[in-house]
Every structure is written in C-alpha cells, then in structure tokens.
DNA sequence: CAATTCATGGCAACCGGTTGACAAAACGAG
DNA sequence: CTCGTTTTGTCAACCGGTTGCCATGAATTG
C-alpha cells in the first residue's frame, strides 16, 4: 500500500463540523457520491456534463440528489472554474425611470436564461462608475454599462477583461445597443414643421452625455432638411428641477417648439412655462424623448420621442449571454428603432389672438 | 528536514497555467506572499485580520500587494467563511415605481458598507418568488423582501436559513420595516371630513397584499372616528390601467372622495374620470398611496399618502447589515411615519351648480 | 478468438483563500 | 541566565466543486 503521502480520508477528523449548518440545507457532491455509492467526480460530471455518464449511474445519482435536496454552491463551482453565472449592470441613477426599463429588461433576460442581475449605480459620476465597475468585474461574468459615463478607454480597459456591451453610447470596439435616435427625430422635426413651427429649441443633456450630442446633431440635421432653425439650450442637470431651470431660457430663445434630451426635463419645463400662463400646446410645443413612465402623466400628456428602453435592456443582456456561451462573436452596435409617440404636448401654435 | 510529506512548492507543475488569465488581473496571495517573503497564510492574516501580524510584516504585504494589484477572489473567500458580502433584494414588480426608491435605498446602503446588491424579481407571483428566494439564499448573506407575496410560512422558513427582512408586510418573528399608515390616514381623513366629505370609498390593491389590507383598516378607522361612511371597492391590478376600470365603480359608489391602494390607481381612476367629464376635485377627490414618480405630473398634482419608500429600502439593508454584523438582534417590525401629502386633486366639493 | 476501441467511473490535483494548531522567536520577570 | 509568556509566522487541512489522466471492462472488429 502506499501510505507515505496519502492523509486521503482517513483522518476524517472527528471534531466538530465547524460550519454547524443549521441542520438541512447543504447537501454535498460528497454526501449523494456516498448515498449513490459512486464517487464524487462522478456525481460532479452527472450534474454538469450530460451524457458523460451512464443513465442508469445518471438516474441514480440524480435520485440521491433529489432525495438530499442538493443545490450546488455557487462559489465551489466558481472557483475553479472562473464562471458564476450572474453578470452586473450598471446605470447613471436608480432614480431616473429612464433606466427602469434597462433595468426590467435585462433582468427578465437574465433570469430566463438562468443567470443573476447584479445591481449597481454611478451616481452619475465618472469616478464611482469606474469603481464599481472595477467591483463588480471580479465578481460577474460580464457587465452591461448603460449610458456610462465614464471614458472610452475606460470601457474599452474594462472590455478587455470581461465581456461588456454598453447601451446609449457607441464605443469603438466594443458590442453597443443604441436606439437610432434618427427616425424618431426626423419624425418629431417633420411633425412640427407640418404645424408651422420655424425655430426649434433643443435643450442638451449633461456635457458627458454621449446620446445628448447624438440627439442634437439628430434635431440639426432634421431642421436643416425641413428648413427650420435648431437653437442649442443648456441644461443643469437632466431633471424635473433641470426642466424648470431652463424655462427662462426657453422663452427667451424665441421659439415654438423645444426638444428636450429626456423627458424628465420636458416635464420641468412645461410645468414651469405652464406657471408663467402658457398654454401648451398653444403657444409652444413640447418634445420629449425616452417616453418613460409617466410621461403621458401630464396634462397635456407629452409628446415624445420613444426609445425602446426595455428592448435596449433586453437586447444588451442576451447579446451578452450570447457571447458568454460562444455565439455572437460580433462586436459591432446593435441599432434598435425609435419612433415619435404623438401626443397632446405638441401641435399648431394659435396665432395670438 | 522533514521531507516526506511535503510536496509543497516544488512540483510548481510547469503545465500550461489553463486559465491563462489576461496577463494581469489576478494576482493570488501566494504570489504575494513570494514577492514579500513570508506565508501566504500570512499574508491572509495581513489582509483581513487587523493587527494578527507585526507592522512592519503588514507594511511589507500591503506594498507587495499594491505593487501586484491584488484583489481578494471573492469565491475563494466565500468558500471557506461562507460570506459573501452580497444581499438581495425581491421586489414584486421593477416596473412598479413604488419599488423604485426602496431600490435605490437598499443600493446606496449596501454599496456604502461595501456590500454588492443582488436584484430579483417576482413578478406579482409567489412561486415565483419563492424560487427566486431559494435560488438566492444560495449566493447572498441575506435577504431583503419588499411587499413579498409569499405565505408567511415560507418568510419564516427562508429567515431559518439567513437573516431577512421585510417591507411593507408584519410577520411575526421576522423582522419588518412597514410605513405606519395610521397617521397619514387620518390626516386624510381628517382633511375629507373638513372638506365636507360623507361617504368615502377605498379602491383595494391585490388580495395577497398584507399592506392593502392594513390600509382599508385605517381607512375604517378613521372614518368611524371622523364619523364618515367608508366603502370599499375591488381593483383588477394595482396599476394604472386598473385604476381606469375602478372609474364605473367608483361613479357607482356614490362616494365624492376616494382613496387607493396607491398612487397608480389614483392616477387610472383619475384619467378616466377626466375623460368622462368630470373635473378634480371640484365633482370628486381623489388621494392615492405612496407618493410615487410622477405623482405631481398629474394635473391636478395628486394629494397622496407618502410612504418613505426610500426610507424604507436603507433602514432594511440597515437592518440586515446590522444583524449580518452582529449587532441588532431585534427581530420586531420598525414603524416608519406616513403623512399626507396634499395637492391638488382633492379639496372641497363644489356644489352642482 | 485475439486485438482494438470505446464508454464509464475513480483518483487526485487544483481553484484561492481561511484557520486551528503549533513551533520559533522575542520578551519579561525573577 | 533561565524559565514562562506572549507575539509572530508556518504548516497543512479544509471549503465544495471541476477536470485531466488512467484503469477497467464491455463492445466492436478483423
């Protein structure tokens, strides 16, 4: 026999289990290995490589485990292998509804296709983004970033490591879900210049913002197509309050008609404007765009620009999980289509009486 | 030397490394542990227990392992201590914006104590959220319920095996954050029954909803003591759309004020009454539950009960990490206060005219 | 009937930390 | 200067799976 170095189980040290489980819950490959009188490798390959062993060694492996209630842990089949079945996801602000549906659609994804959401949020800042990020990436099999903020190398640095997809930003190399902010744009500008508008506001999003910029060239090429004229407004902060801070600009600017970069800050605005004695859609008209929750709230209800945030959601988690089981390899944008939703906050401006 | 039964470091396996890791990221403690010349069981003491090694041994590991940017394998870790610093969270619909700030309350609280949020869905069923329940005790710490739709009995059991907290539901021996709604009640009450309100109605959420149920209590309550009738109605689902069909109902009723079970069927109800004619609040009032997203973008704003969802969402992650860390022990339910929040969409009845 | 292939299950090393037990070194006291 | 105590670091077992390699026996083939 060859004793010298094998400590194998025989010391099997009688002292107490130390992890004093509370009594059922984990079962182990070890404990059904010993119920199947078969050994735990094979318990391991009946359980994760189908058709690595015989079905009746299969069947009666699968009994004892039902009998134990095995669930495998997570961590002991992570460690070897480096695969963990949960990917993270990463949004500006939990407290922007324009990720709500990110959110849904990604986690509906994820848990049909057994995976775990993991959630985290950058506060809108670059520095945290990239912390978390960091975070989360030792712990995920891949990380959907929706509008980051945080660099391009950044991303691409990420990329790298793990697989990412980014959703509402195209990064050079990397797998992107961007809604073609085009249709829904020329759409809206052709709406309004059918109803006499000449001169079209656009209030731009945080200076970062990758889609605030796609948005705006969106709204001057359309103008310029349709004749009209596009005027750039600041904003303070992509918010209800950023909204109602840009009122003043708004009127000063001449125009009919505004486009704002989400519809937090048409909400805003057209509160405030309504304040000041305005009448919308009468005497100016209100674009909105991302069409969230509660955008048709307001009284008139909001005229905007849909993006398919849910799809967006969707899509980033299963080209994600895509590539993680070998298919997709592509690493090109993924265009989803937007489309303007016409509502009562847009129309013909009444002559002043 | 005592050579027999130490294949140690020796064999070093000049085998392809299969992970064949990206080049960088993952340096071990044993790497470490080289590079500063000590143990790697060292160095695992130098990194997590404060103060088990000499100073100038820590200063040498931490330089070593700055130099080599390490960073802990969390399921190396987790396998042996069985931590995971990791909770979850179960809310019963993402797309329900009451959800939204109890979310973003857990997110902020665990990324501020350095735990990592793991998010789930119910979808308004209690199968599946028992599964989604099961399936992650497995990988978090603990477990945060928010409106769980399950059996208490299955609550109890899941808090067998790790700490969890409940919101917006009491169950005995488990510890709860519910919102007290008794307060904001009756201030509404109250403000009904100065407005000369007689006969209220209460449109009801979900049957499986603890929190609707203790919402048509208080709504009892404090129409006896205010002297008021109080009626209550049924909703199909908790949603905007669900509030639209309660319109027929509640014109039925003949009551002149309502409350819902929340904000979104308020805000249902209230577009449907709209789009029969009837103008709010001067024919009806209406007052909702929560204090939601967008709740102010009706027109009228809605006056609604605020429950602190956000409140709610720290003080359980709170409670959890507290427990986790062997503090609070407490398991009773910690009340948080409602108030009315009064705007527009209720007041005095105007007289038909 | 012998030779070869193939399906199946066992052995043991390994993933990267943690930790109890213990030995060596450092320290303090008598 | 010696002995007991405390500090510091090492050893090796473990957490619970996965997987390359090998031995066995059955099935296939010449």
Redesign the pocket.
Known sequence: M?EP????TA???G?V???G?DGKS?????DI?KLA?????????????P????????KLIEDAAAQLN????P???A???GKTNTFGLIVADITNPTFFDIIRGAETTATSRDYTLVLAESAESPATELTAARRLMATVDGLILASPRMDDDNIRALAQDKPVVVINREVEGVPCVVPDVNKGISEAIRSMAANGHQRIAFVAGPPQSWMSERRWEGVQAACEWSRLEAVRLESSKPTVDGGRQTARDVRASGATAVMTYNDLLAIGLMQELQAAGMVVPDDISIIGFDDIFGADFTTPPLTTVRSPLGECGEAAATRLLDFLHGSGEQAGTLSVETELVLRGSSGRILPAK
């Open positions: 060859t170095q094998t400590p194998d010391p099997s040290t002292s289990k130390k992890h489980r984990n079962a182990t490959i070890y290995a009188g078969v050994n735990a490798s094979t318990v391991s390959r009946a359980l994760s490589k058709g690595r062993v015989s079905s009746k060694t299969q095995y669930q495998v842990n961590f002991a089949r460690l070897p292998t």
